[in-house]
Every structure is written in structure tokens, then in C-alpha cells.
């Protein structure tokens, strides 16, 4: 029962989010001001992550690979679509989930605990799309994010796989233009596109209806965290059941 | 004026407001005491509208707040300055933006304007040279002035305080007691205070609601409360032995 109560009033929260607008111009402000936390603070620890794990797939992919009747090529190809398809856009929302779901659960829970939600609501404004609609909105860039983890994650790759030794530089090119289908990045960017809407809304749900004290907002960011990624890794299921089977 | 017509309000089956009826006047500070768990919070939080009640009617100057549909109940919100227990300011803003908020979000008034109204209610409640500072940087007093400066920014008709002072020492508590009561008079609003300062109830009170278990139990201002003959109001104000002096010394009319 309480899980149905839960999911229902996420759904209210969401309604409540996409009701009255917050003034345009303030509204601008906070948009820029969500993408500069959730999105631009973000590259770093997403750039760092894709470019030593491409270059791990990489080496493990190379070292699995004793067989001489198997192209070296396949190393690269191997390394883009482990990127392309999970790596990027499924394992990263994970850490998403931790960094960007952290921070908007214990920054709305404690505007909670703090009173600043409820002043919000005695000034006559909608507290929900003032403090939520921005961060999904923001999140909204998250696909270019994944785009650069593709990349970088893929330039790990070729690091790893030429500079290594365990491919030559040719070889990688090709593998990685082999059997390329484009659906894929559509895929993935779909997939991508619904990650960004739960890595916004979960976490701030659970911020937004906490009760307690400071105590309970690192609870609360605890919880946000693991329904963020179980929520994530259901979907992940069910739009690659969806798309690709 | 406030008139609060029969409310109730119940969480579940727990009863904790039980029709209630009492007004609150303009240009008066009207205060609500009470022991802890007596409804005090509750009886507030419905006066903001932030609890519908479940039964009852709360009137605003005659127009009752659940017959008016919702944009106009958000345009009598706006005509509410709140001052919340712990101040409730905006940790990421400055106080200069913190007390520009309200007229930031529901006025057309130009960048410098806003500035020249925030640089008045400071004046007025007696802070200078902290527009750039953030709440964590002032001290709670000054929080206190700067959440009463945001409250009053947008000239509200109705003004709401819970517990305006708690957790400051004595001098600054009168201080804020008596700003509270020369901003309800200059600007002639209607205030609701939610307190159990005892100091406050003497010193401000114009007209005290006193709640003991969800029921009104004495209506009355300052002057008339040492009269009364309800024991749990006199055990209520008069606790301390210095109060039951000060009662004594009422009596007698010294």
C-alpha cells in the first residue's frame, strides 16, 4: 500500500510541477542556474569515468581476443557498442543518480526541514515548479552529456587499444566503422532522454515530501539514490525490450 | 480583520482543532497562546491556508478563503507577509535578495525600485550594511529582522509570525515584539502571532487567543487577563514566580 501511495503521489507532485508557472524572467535565472549545477559540474567526474572505462573495455576486450582468426578491428568495434549502447547512457545515469540525485534531494529536503518550501507557499507560489520544473528542464541537456561520455568514453578506447600496443591505429578506425547502424545512437539517446526525466523527478520527490530533520535528509538522499537506479534499471529493460528486441 | 467561524481540523481520527470562533482585528496584534500540542501551530498554519480545514470558515476583511476559487486565493496570499519561527530565509541568497523576493516574483517594478523599497524595510527594521551578506552570516536576531523585512516588503494586509522570538535573549525578544507592534500600527495590518513568550503576551498583547486542547479557552486582551478567573489561563501566564508577582502586583494595581 504504501509503495501504491508513493507512486501515486509522485504522479500529484508531477501534476503539481507542470501547474501554475514561476514569472518567466525568474524562472530563466533558475533554468541557467540548474544546468550550471546538474550539468555543467558534472563533465568533469563523467569525463574522468568514460575515458579510463573505455580504456578498460578496451584492454579486457584485447586480452579475451587469443584467437588469431579473429580480427584485431573487433576490439574497437567491441569497445563502441559496449560505449554507445550501455556504457554511456545506463551506467553513467547511475552515477548521475548518486551525484545530481544526492544534490537535488538534500537541496529540496532541506529548503523542507528549513521552512523555505512552506514560505514559498505562503508568498502563493507554486513551490513545485519553482524548485523542480528548472531541474527537469536543465536536465533536459543531459543527452549532450552522454554524447561527450561517448566520446571521450571512445577516445579512451583508442587510447588504451593503440597507445597500449594491443591494436594498430588502422585497425581501431576501421573496427569502430564496422557494422555501424545509427539506430543505435537513437537508441541511446532515447533511452538517454527518459534517464534525464527520473534522474530529475525521483530525487525530488523524496526531497520534496521528507519530514524530519537534518538527519532525515541524508536518509531521504539514501533512498532517493537506490529507487533512482532501480527505476533506471527498470526502464533500461523495458526500452531496450521496446526498441531493440 | 480575521473572523474564524466553527473550524475544525483533524489529522485521521485525531481531532486537533474543535470549532474554534474568534476574531482577529486590524491594526491589532492578536496573538495565539497556548501549551505545547494545544493547536497553536495548527490554528496558524490553517489562518495561511496552508491546512484546509475540515470544517468551518476562515474570512479575510468578509470574503471566505475556501469560496474563493484558486487564482484569487493566490492573489490573497499574496497578500500575506509571513515571519516563520526559524526566519526561513533563502540560504543561497544574499539578504538584499532575500527580502527582494516577493516583489522579484509578483511585481513589474524595476531592478532599482525593488532596491530602494529593500534599502526602506531594512532601514526600517534596523539593519544597515548587510545587503551583501548571507543568512548564515548574521546572527539569529538579525535573521529575525531581515525574515520581518521580506514579510513586509510587498505591504501586506495580513502579517503572520510563529514564535518571532524564540531562541533570541530577552532584549532582543522585546526589540522584535515591539518592531512587530509599530510596523502592525504604521502600516494599520491585520497581525496573528503564535507564540508562548510570556513576555510578549504582556507587553504586546492586544487581543490573546488562548487555546488549550483544540478549544478556545479565553479571549481577551493583555489588560483583562490578570482579572480572569480561568485557572488554566492564570497557571498558563502566571507560571513562574516572578509572573504570579507581577499578578499579584496587577491586582493590587500597582
Known amino acids: 500500500m504504501k509503495y501504491l501511495h508513493d507512486i501515486g503521489e509522485y504522479f500529484i507532485m508531477l501534476k503539481k510541477v507542470f501547474g501554475r508557472m514561476t514569472k518567466t524572467s525568474v524562472l530563466r535565472g533558475l533554468i541557467f542556474k540548474e544546468i550550471d549545477d546538474l550539468i555543467i559540474s558534472s563533465l568533469g567526474i563523467v569525463i574522468f569515468i568514460s575515458f579510463f572505462i573505455g580504456g578498460v573495455v578496451t584492454i579486457q576486450t584485447a586480452l579475451n581476443l587469443n584467437n588469431p582468426l579473429i580480427p584485431k578491428s573487433l576490439i574497437a568495434f567491441t569497445a563502441r557498442q559496449s560505449i554507445i549502447l550501455e556504457f554511456s547512457p545506463t551506467f553513467i545515469s547511475i552515477i548521475m543518480a548518486g551525484k545530481v540525485g544526492s544534490n537535488i534531494t538534500s537541496s529540496i529536503g532541506t529548503m523542507r526541514v528549513m521552512e523555505q518550501i512552506d514560505a514559498l507557499e505562503v508568498m502563493g507560489i507554486n513551490s513545485a515548479n519553482y524548485l523542480i520544473f528548472p531541474k527537469i528542464i536543465a536536465m533536459l541537456f543531459y543527452p549532450f552529456v552522454i554524447a561527450i561520455s561517448m566520446f571521450v568514453g571512445i577516445a579512451g578506447a583508442y587510447a588504451a587499444g593503440v597507445l597500449g600496443g594491443f591494436v594498430a591505429g588502422e585497425q581501431f578506425l576501421n573496427g569502430l566503422q564496422n557494422d555501424f547502424i545509427s539506430f543505435h545512437l537513437v537508441y541511446a539517446f532515447i533511452k538517454t532522454f527518459f534517464f534525464a526525466i527520473i534522474l530529475a523527478t525521483i530525487p525530488a520527490y523524496h526531497g520534496y515530501y521528507m519530514k524530519g530533520g537534518a538527519l532525515e535528509v541524508g536518509k531521504a538522499s539514501t533512498t532517493a539514490f537506490v529507487w533512482t537506479s532501480v527505476v533506471l534499471i527498470l526502464a533500461n529493460y523495458l526500452l531496450t525490450q521496446l526498441l531493440l528486441s | 480583520m480575521i473572523q474564524v467561524n466553527n473550524l475544525h481540523k483533524s489529522f485521521g481520527e ?241
Open chain 2, 14 to 254: 485525531e481531532e486537533i482543532l474543535k470549532g474554534i470562533n474568534t476574531q482577529f482585528y486590524q491594526g491589532k496584534t492578536n496573538l495565539i497562546i497556548g501549551q505545547s500540542g494545544a493547536g497553536k501551530t495548527v490554528f496558524l498554519k490553517c489562518l495561511l491556508g496552508l491546512f484546509e480545514p475540515t470544517e468551518g470558515t476562515i474570512e479575510y476583511n468578509g470574503q471566505a478563503y475556501s469560496s474563493l476559487d484558486a487564482e484569487k486565493q493566490r492573489d490573497l496570499r499574496q497578500k500575506m507577509g509571513m515571519v516563520f519561527q526559524g526566519g526561513a530565509l533563502f540560504d543561497s541568497m544574499t539578504i538584499a535578495e532575500n527580502v527582494m523576493f516577493p516583489l522579484k516574483m509578483f511585481t513589474k517594478q524595476k531592478k532599482g525600485e525593488m532596491m530602494n523599497r529593500v534599502e526602506e524595510v531594512l532601514e526600517r527594521v534596523d539593519l544597515r550594511n548587510v545587503n551583501n551578506k548571507f543568512p548564515s552570516e548574521i546572527s539569529g536576531g538579525m535573521q529575525k529582522r531581515v525574515a520581518i523585512a521580506r514579510a513586509i516588503v510587498n505591504k501586506p494586509e495580513y502579517l503572520f509570525c510563529d514564535e518571532p522570538n524564540s531562541g533570541l535573549d530577552p532584549k532582543t525578544a522585546i526589540l522584535i515584539d515591539n518592531l512587530i507592534q509599530e510596523i502592525t500600527k504604521e502600516n494599520d495590518i491585520t497581525t496573528v502571532i503564535n507564540t508562548h513568550d510570556m513576555n510578549s503576551v504582556l507587553e504586546i498583547g492586544e487581543n490573546i487567543v488562548y487555546l488549550k486542547n483544540g478549544n478556545l479557552a479565553w479571549n481577551g486582551s493583555k489588560d483583562e487577563i490578570y482579572k480572569s478567573e480561568d485557572e488554566s489561563l492564570t497557571n498558563f501566564v502566571y507560571s513562574s514566580e516572578l509572573f504570579k508577582k507581577v499578578r499579584k502586583a496587577q491586582l493590587k494595581g500597582l
